[in-house]
């Protein structure tokens, strides 16, 4: 998990208020629902006045009964639209073609993630932490309609139904839309403790089949991204970026860029701990803005920079996996248990640095103002990249105005705990206000500065050791991670590194479910390591789910167990582990052999089970390897329990998502550096999964009416181990470092 503020109080002290009452809604016939939190309305300038209104809301009703959800969490394709949509829709009986969803504006005091305590999406917390909180937005409003209605009627308001948008009186024969109540319901008490629906009476939630919000934008060419807006007077800027972490610009001569036609300026920026340095080229358009950069000529001072390559780096990591690390978890006498074994298992497992490589690059519209700042862009971290921003002008959150866009991907990249690229995108656009152009600046990076830019997933070197008695049980575990630290550097390290252990580096192995009397997980931090690194989808989980999940198959082959009947007993005590376990094996009829493949072809099949993000996934994967080692993985079996599903569809998608994203990770995806600089610049060399590549995937949700968990991440760790797995079962050869290096042994 990586977000785990308490705030707890603040969520009990929480209240829904009628913001709409604050000012406009007489006569205007809209009501305004939001959360406020304690101490927020009297951070408002507006809130005593007669200007009280605050737009920042969970749910609006107009006259025309268009019903629009406000929704906190950006959407990235990740389907959050459609999940906080769905549950308020749900409570308010609304039909679900009259619910829009807007993206809301930053603001921690109503919008707080409550998992992080700041504005934001990550962790897959979108639906967990919004599930009773949007539901109750939802139910208050229709309760106001209902009372309205009564009000109106002259009726006992227990008479009154709401159905898809209509409020009726059965007695009398009277109805009513929800723009026909608007107005009145806003003059309504907002209800303190408003009565949620049991699961036996929702109408949408659980539904497969509830089209998703943005499906309807997106194919019609109707929604925003960062790259539509286009303001006048608007100038486009492309920065060089030094080509080694850590250098900065010694000089530039500008003269070829600024003879390109269409160039305005050459702007150069400062760097930071967190943030590059560079040269940014002003033009009327994006081709002028590429060309100009590519004729700059900057000479870089890298004194400082990092010069060290993934070899030199990864002999070190082993250098240091040789010692003791700190200790990340600890039970039993580990040593005793390695002095007795019958049997030892060491091995040593390589993870590269990743690059998060989503389909839209990096980009940010700036339009600075008299102690103002106007920002449109798919904002992961909202109001962490306001107070970067506020800091860096030297002005007040509040005066730093986000407009929030739909995100062409993200996989964390965009929820830079140092707002790295937005705040770059200021410092341009305030250069070329000093330079005369008090215009907007669209900041926009090229594929290959987003790959070589930074941030990465760290690189990681694990080095582990099971020790087995004589009848084949598992008596020891021990795992030695060496790797950056995410938290290090960031407003997370206070609450998110305990006793030198960040425990994003080594979640999945720390607080692993199985049954083992013997365990340490020891970590070692190099601080020496200048890449800039970042969360990546699915965090730590990205190289522990796959040591792990490959180590107990290591055990069951050395036992000689089925390595399914080996984790039925390994995960005793753990029944959402096994309830997705035994959904996986059985839809995969993992109890029957698997059909032979084609003269030449080696056929294997492999499992892993996984929990992050509070859900748990298993995953059997299917492979056939031909007689040249060529790799092809044919079939993915899913089963996922993360409570309940809001949205069916969107828990399938994502599953189905995170799939093709491990697959693409585990068989391509390595950055690398020389001499301190990345090697890989675009697809050409750092290639995503192609539609060939993609296997046939099958998903099967755990039925529960737990509330929901994640679901943005736990589909990827169990891929690349069970892929694994299925590579030792038809070749006998084990795979223990990512990317999978193909062809595969041979047959003979």
């Not at 600024?258 to 300026?265: D, E, F, H, S």
């Not at 701990?273 to 870089?300: C, E, I, P």
């Not at 993985?633 to 309940?644: K, P, Q, S, T």
Request: proline residues 5%; neutral net charge.
């Amino acid at each position: 998990m990586i977000f785990t503020l308490d705030n707890t109080t603040d969520r009990q002290q929480a209240s829904l208020v009628n913001v709409s009452r604050r000012r406009f809604v007489q006569g205007a016939g809209v009501l305004v629902l939001g959360w406020q939190l304690p101490g927020a309305l009297a951070a408002t300038p507006a809130a005593d006045g007669a200007d009280a209104f605050a737009p920042n809301a969970f749910l609006s009703i107009d006259a025309q009964g268009r019903v629009t959800v406000y929704a906190k969490h950006v959407e990235m394709g990740q389907g959050a639209y459609t999940g906080l949509a769905t549950l308020v829709a749900d409570e308010l009986d609304a039909d679900w073609a009259q619910v829009r969803v807007e993206g809301a504006p930053a603001d921690t005091a109503r919008y707080k993630n409550l998992a992080m305590g700041i504005q934001g999406t990550g962790g897959s917390t979108a639906m967990a932490n919004s599930f009773k909180q949007m539901r109750e937005a939802g139910a208050a409003a229709r309760a106001m309609l209902v009372g309205a209605a009564a009000q109106a009627w002259k009726v006992d308001p227990a008479t009154i139904t709401v159905r898809e948008g209509v409020v009726r009186h059965a007695a009398s024969g009277r109805k009513a839309g929800f723009g026909e109540l608007a107005g009145a319901a806003a003059a309504q008490p907002v209800p303190a403790k408003p009565r949620l629906k049991s699961p036996k009476e929702f109408g949408l939630i659980g539904k497969a089949s509830l089209r998703r919000a943005d499906s309807a934008d997106k194919v019609h060419g109707r929604a925003r991204f960062t790259q539509d807006v286009k303001l006048p007077g608007m100038l486009i800027a492309i920065a060089a970026h030094a080509p080694r972490f850590g250098a900065t610009v010694a000089g530039y001569d500008a003269s070829a860029a600024l003879a390109v036609p269409g160039v305005v300026a050459a702007i150069p920026f400062e760097g930071s701990a967190h943030r590059s340095a560079g040269v940014a080229v002003l033009a009327r358009n994006t081709w002028a803005a590429r060309t100009g950069r590519d004729a700059l000529k900057v000479q870089w001072d890298e004194r400082r920079a990092y010069t060290e390559g993934s070899d030199e780096l990864l002999a070190r990591y082993r250098q240091a996996a040789a010692r003791p690390g700190l200790p990340a978890a600890a039970r039993g006498n580990v040593e005793a248990a390695f002095a007795q074994a019958a049997k030892v298992i060491e091995a040593d497992y390589e993870f590269p640095f990743l690059a998060h490589a989503s389909m839209e690059p990096l980009n940010c519209v700036v339009q600075l103002g008299d102690g103002r700042c106007e920002i449109w862009n798919g904002e992961q971290f909202q109001t962490m990249d306001q107070k970067a921003v506020a800091d860096y002008l030297g002005i007040a959150p509040e005066r730093v105005t986000i407009n929030q866009l739909y995100a062409g991907g993200s996989f964390g990249r965009r929820a830079s705990p140092h707002a790295d690229y937005v705040v770059e995108a200021v410092a341009i656009a305030q250069g070329a206000r000093k330079a005369g152009f008090d215009v907007p600046v669209k900041m926009v990076w090229t594929r290959e500065d987003d790959m070589r830019g930074g941030y990465y997933r760290p690189a990681y070197l694990h080095r582990a050791r099971l020790a087995l008695d004589e009848r084949g049980r598992l008596q020891a575990w021990q795992v030695r991670v060496v790797g950056q630290s995410l938290i290090k550097g960031s407003v997370f390290e206070e609450f998110m590194i305990k006793n030198g252990i960040d425990a994003t580096s080594v979640e999945g192995l720390s607080d692993l479910p199985y049954g083992i009397p013997n365990l340490s997980v020891e970590l070692h931090t190099p601080d020496d390591v200048s890449v800039p690194v970042q969360w990546y989808r699915s965090v730590g989980h990205t190289h522990t789910a796959f040591t792990a999940e490959t180590l107990v198959d290591e055990a069951a082959h050395a036992a000689r167990r089925d390595p399914v009947a080996l984790r039925r007993d390994l995960l005793k005590g753990h029944p959402r582990h096994l309830a997705a376990l035994e959904t996986a094996v059985r839809a995969a009829q993992w109890d029957r052999p698997l059909a032979a493949g084609k003269s030449g072809v080696r056929r294997g099949r492999g499992v892993a089970v996984h929990e992050s993000f509070n859900s748990v996934v298993a995953q059997v994967v299917e492979v056939s390897v031909d007689a040249e080692g060529g790799l092809k993985v044919d079939r993915v079996v899913c089963a996922v329990a993360c409570g309940l599903a809001i949205n069916p569809d969107v828990v399938k998608a994502q599953m189905e998502g995170g799939i093709g994203f491990a697959l693409s990770t585990a068989l391509h995806g390595a950055i690398t550096l020389d001499k301190g600089a990345v090697v890989q610049s675009n697809f050409h060399d750092y290639p995503v999964l192609r539609i060939n590549e993609m296997p046939r995937v099958e998903v099967h949700i755990v039925p529960s009416q737990d509330d929901p968990t994640g679901v943005g991440e736990p589909g990827v760790p169990p891929l690349a181990p069970a892929l694994a797995n299925a590579i030792f079962a038809a070749t006998g050869e084990r795979v223990r470092t990512l990317p999978i290096r193909t062809p595969l042994r041979k047959a003979v």
